[in-house]
């Protein structure tokens, strides 16, 4: 999912010491100053662009680290993708093709029938989830340009390498189903979408991960925890509307990305207990920069706001809000024992302190922009996707 609450990622940086090398491990200074946070939005925008590019700020020693921890990743890693005859395609839910023609129009329009009860607004959200899963070329792109973990010849044996080519097969269905399935709904607006999902993938991604998998991994376990929440959310508001199909899909897709989490997430718990200063300021960085969601980059050729529209719908009906942004944190710190992480010294330990207090931080922030917000009047926006029908934000 693309959505996430906005904060000035000036407001939670650790001030530069003053060189620029692009060769280094994380180094804040000695002491995190916090000025005062900025008024943000509860509904989610794009961040600003990072002040300072960095590529590839991984240490060299520790790209051996990644090649040592290859047996660990066989056996804790790949276990977490399915065979693939064992996996669902998106024809399991879609219509049968091979019924006879009359069979396959009764299916198709008994989509249609269930589709008419859901409202424009939902497909906002779901033509936003499906092309944020279509621009899985970037995401691939992005992954396998991590130092240490990259498929160095396109078909690599290493675990690391098959984990993220297998990793990519499973999520490449997501976005044809979804594709399909509003394809057949008739509610959208096939011709917009598509340019949008060719915009997004020439436009690319920005998540701040400077080619270092500590950074790139830690991104990936909080994003696609948002991912699951988000089509979860999308499959709850489907069955109550009547779509029990569409609730099943959603659903289906929420299951998957939740599986790839947990696999993201393990190994940055790996790092925790193998390099616990170095997972722990990659964590910080991460959190300082904000977490940016893939999609940021949206557009239509139309709306140069669509990213920030979408999300302001997501955040209206609940798919994913301000206070999911929030609840992820807690829940990684949790998954990851952050409190608890001893023996870190230092510039360790401030980043510790920084990550584990921020969740409070931002809850209170959501909270004085909810407030801003119920006093503002509604704005309507239309969306290219659903035909420029108006939604309100």
Same mark, same amino acid.
């Given at each position: 999912?693309?959505?996430?609450?906005?904060?000035?990622?000036?407001?939670?940086?650790?001030?530069?010491?003053?060189?620029?090398?692009?060769?280094?491990?994380?180094?804040?200074?000695?002491?995190?100053?916090?000025?005062?946070?900025?008024?943000?939005?509860?509904?989610?925008?794009?961040?600003?662009?990072?002040? +300072?590019?960095?590529?590839?700020? !991984?240490?060299?020693?520790?790209?051996?680290?990644?090649? /040592?921890?290859?047996?660990?990743?066989?056996?804790?890693?790949?276990?977490?993708?399915?065979?693939?005859?064992?996996? %669902?395609?998106?024809?399991?839910?879609?219509?049968?093709?091979?019924?006879? +023609?009359?069979?396959?129009?009764?299916?198709?329009?008994?989509?249609?029938?269930?589709?008419?009860?859901?409202?424009?607004?939902?497909?906002?959200?779901?033509?936003?989830?499906?092309?944020? &899963?279509?621009?899985?070329?970037?995401?691939?792109?992005?992954?396998?340009?991590?130092?240490?973990?990259?498929?160095?010849?396109?078909?690599?044996?290493?675990? %690391?390498?098959?984990?993220?080519?297998?990793?990519?097969?499973?999520?490449?269905?997501?976005?044809?189903?979804?594709?399909?399935?509003?394809?057949?709904?008739? +509610?959208? #607006?096939?011709?917009?979408?598509?340019?949008?999902?060719?915009?997004?993938?020439?436009?690319?991604?920005?998540?701040?991960?400077?080619?270092?998998?500590? !950074?790139?991994?830690?991104?990936?376990?909080?994003?696609?925890?948002?991912?699951? =929440?988000?089509?979860?959310?999308?499959?709850?508001?489907?069955?109550?509307?009547?779509?029990?199909?569409?609730?099943?899909?959603?659903?289906?897709?929420?299951? @998957?990305?939740? +599986?790839?989490?947990?696999?993201?997430?393990?190994?940055?718990?790996? !790092?925790?207990?193998?390099?616990?200063?170095?997972?722990?300021?990659?964590?910080? @960085?991460? $959190?300082?920069?904000?977490?940016? $969601?893939?999609?940021?980059?949206?557009?239509?050729?139309?709306?140069?706001?669509?990213?920030?529209?979408?999300?302001?719908?997501? *955040?209206?009906?609940?798919?994913?809000?301000?206070?999911?942004?929030?609840?992820?944190?807690?829940?990684?710190?949790?998954? %990851?024992?952050?409190?608890?992480?001893?023996?870190?010294?230092?510039?360790?330990?401030?980043? *510790?302190?920084?990550?584990?207090?921020?969740?409070?931080?931002?809850?209170? !922030?959501?909270?004085?922009? #909810?407030?801003?917000?119920?006093?503002?009047?509604?704005?309507?926006?239309?969306? /290219?996707? =659903?035909?420029?029908? &108006?939604?309100?934000?």
């Amino acid at each position: 999912m693309q959505a996430s609450l906005y904060l000035d990622t000036k407001a939670l940086a650790w001030p530069s010491r003053g060189h620029t090398s692009t060769h280094h491990s994380f180094q804040p200074t000695p002491t995190l100053r916090f000025r005062p946070m900025p008024p943000v939005s509860a509904v989610a925008t794009s961040p600003p662009p990072l002040t +300072r590019q960095k590529t590839h700020s !991984l240490p060299p020693e520790k790209v051996e680290l990644f090649k /040592s921890l290859e047996g660990w990743a066989s056996q804790t890693i790949l276990p977490f993708l399915k065979p693939v005859e064992e996996c %669902w395609q998106p024809s399991t839910f879609l219509p049968d093709q091979s019924l006879p +023609r009359e069979e396959f129009m009764d299916r198709v329009r008994a989509l249609r029938d269930r589709t008419d009860g859901l409202p424009d607004e939902y497909f906002v959200v779901l033509v936003g989830d499906m092309i944020t &899963e279509e621009a899985l070329p970037t995401y691939q792109s992005m992954i396998n340009g991590l130092d240490g973990v990259r498929d160095e010849t396109g078909a690599s044996s290493s675990p %690391w390498a098959r984990w993220t080519r297998a990793w990519t097969a499973e999520e490449n269905r997501h976005g044809d189903l979804l594709k399909t399935y509003l394809y057949l709904s008739g +509610r959208v #607006d096939m011709f917009k979408i598509e340019k949008t999902i060719q915009y997004l993938i020439g436009a690319g991604m920005e998540p701040g991960t400077e080619n270092n998998p500590y !950074l790139g991994f830690v991104y990936t376990s909080f994003q696609e925890r948002a991912t699951f =929440i988000s089509h979860g959310n999308t499959a709850r508001l489907a069955k109550d509307r009547g779509d029990p199909v569409l609730a099943r899909i959603c659903g289906t897709i929420a299951s @998957d990305e939740r +599986r790839h989490e947990f696999a993201y997430s393990k190994i940055v718990e790996k !790092l925790l207990e193998v390099d616990p200063t170095g997972a722990m300021l990659a964590i910080a @960085d991460m $959190m300082r920069k904000k977490i940016t $969601m893939p999609a940021h980059l949206m557009y239509d050729g139309e709306d140069p706001k669509l990213f920030e529209h979408f999300a302001a719908v997501a *955040q209206r009906l609940g798919v994913y809000t301000a206070h999911d942004y929030a609840d992820i944190l807690e829940f990684l710190i949790g998954r %990851w024992r952050l409190e608890k992480l001893e023996g870190l010294m230092g510039e360790g330990k401030r980043a *510790q302190d920084f990550v584990c207090s921020l969740a409070p931080r931002i809850r209170r !922030l959501e909270e004085r922009a #909810d407030e801003r917000a119920r006093k503002m009047e509604p704005q309507g926006v239309k969306f /290219s996707w =659903i035909y420029n029908k &108006e939604v309100l934000l």
